[in-house]
């Protein structure tokens, strides 16, 4: 506490709630879009969003895609990930804008073809989940 009683860390925990709220909003919005493009990023409520395009080679190519357009994330390979599980993490900050978020969705639909996401083991269970959950649906 201060010499006057108050509390100075008071306004920063007043604040941290609009900003943990605006970050969660921004990750959800990430993570709906990479998924309505086709990229099986899971459903948590976390600012780190995995792109796992399986094999290391797979997750270079990613990369270098990603890269080349000005969009960056953190590699995670063996030993970090099982050999077969390589990724790319993305992570959303508060400070990250609705304009840098459409970027990085635009890039992610521009390199969709180029990455061959339709062959990432990732993208074939993402299907998979799916389909078993609409039968659970139903």
Known sequence: KGLDGSCPIGPLIETADAERERLHASAAYLRGHLSALGYNVDSGQAQMIALEA???????????????????GSVFCAPATATKRSLIRLSVNTSHTREQLDRVIAVCA???????????PSTNRGKKSRRQEDVRAA
Do not use: H, K
């Open 54 to 72: 399986g094999p290391e080679q797979n997750t270079m190519v990613l990369r270098d895609a990603l890269e080349s357009r000005g969009v960056f």
């Open 110 to 120: 521009e390199i969709r073809d180029e990455v061959e996401l339709q062959n990432w």
